[in-house]
């Protein structure tokens, strides 16, 4: 948090400077892919008191929201990064007696920094076409609600509910490919690919097994990039 904090002070500074064309604020929407390896063999293995749970849900790929506040100078792009995932896995069993549930939710909070840089730069009438690379990295702040439910129509007395929280980092990098497509003066359309590597994990202990949470996988996002134009 402290370095995304500073990085955004130095852009501030470097605009103050006058050395940037362009402050800009970007919001995408996608979809991203998880590899939740340790997490996924922790549901399958869970026991429960009842012998026909089954996994219905286990750790899906899901919305990612991202936003994006940087500048802009020649084919250079700089900036700090918000990113928002979730996901969660359950295993159990739901019928007319009752239900027995297990279940982990999990939710990674991005902060970090990007760089971007412009391959070429085509005119095609009053729009532009600007396919980009991009490297980004940071930490991500994860955190996994852990449930076990049971519940008895017949004897709601025997019935159990057991949660815990846990939090920990991870630190990702995630290189990119993406196109900007120039609507006018002051907006973009964006659409991007990518692929998130979680490099480090912090593990976390439950009452039933150690785990790590492991956002790697694959993006893809679309969104609209705001540019105020600092010089004319």
Not at 3 to 10: A, G, S
């Amino acid at each position: 948090m402290k370095r995304t904090i500073l990085l955004i002070c130095l852009l501030l500074a470097f605009v103050r400077t006058g050395q940037a064309q362009s402050l800009t604020v970007e919001y995408n929407i996608g979809h991203g892919s998880y590899q939740m390896s340790d997490m996924e063999d922790l549901l399958k293995g869970m026991i429960l008191p009842v012998t026909n749970a089954q996994v219905t849900d286990n750790f899906p790929g899901y919305v990612t929201q991202d936003t994006r506040i940087g500048i802009e100078w020649r084919r250079h792009h700089v900036g700090a990064l918000f990113n928002y995932m979730n996901t969660a896995g359950k295993k159990g069993v739901t019928d007319y007696s009752g239900s027995c549930n297990y279940e982990l939710r999990n939710k990674g909070y991005k902060l970090g920094a990007f760089y971007r840089f412009r391959l070429v730069k085509e005119e095609i009438s009053i729009f532009t076409f600007e396919p980009y690379v991009q490297f980004s990295t940071g930490v991500v702040l994860n955190k996994v609600d852990e449930a076990s439910r049971l519940f008895v129509e017949s004897d709601p007395a025997v019935g159990y509910q057991q949660e815990d929280r846990f939090s920990g980092k991870n630190f990702f990098v995630e290189p990119a490919f993406g196109i900007k497509f120039g609507l006018c003066r002051h907006f973009a359309l964006n659409v991007s690919v990518a692929y998130e590597w979680d490099a480090v994990k912090q593990k976390h202990q439950s009452r039933n097994s150690d785990f790590k949470v492991d956002w790697s996988g694959y993006r893809a996002q679309a969104g609209l990039v705001f540019y105020l134009n600092l010089k004319k």
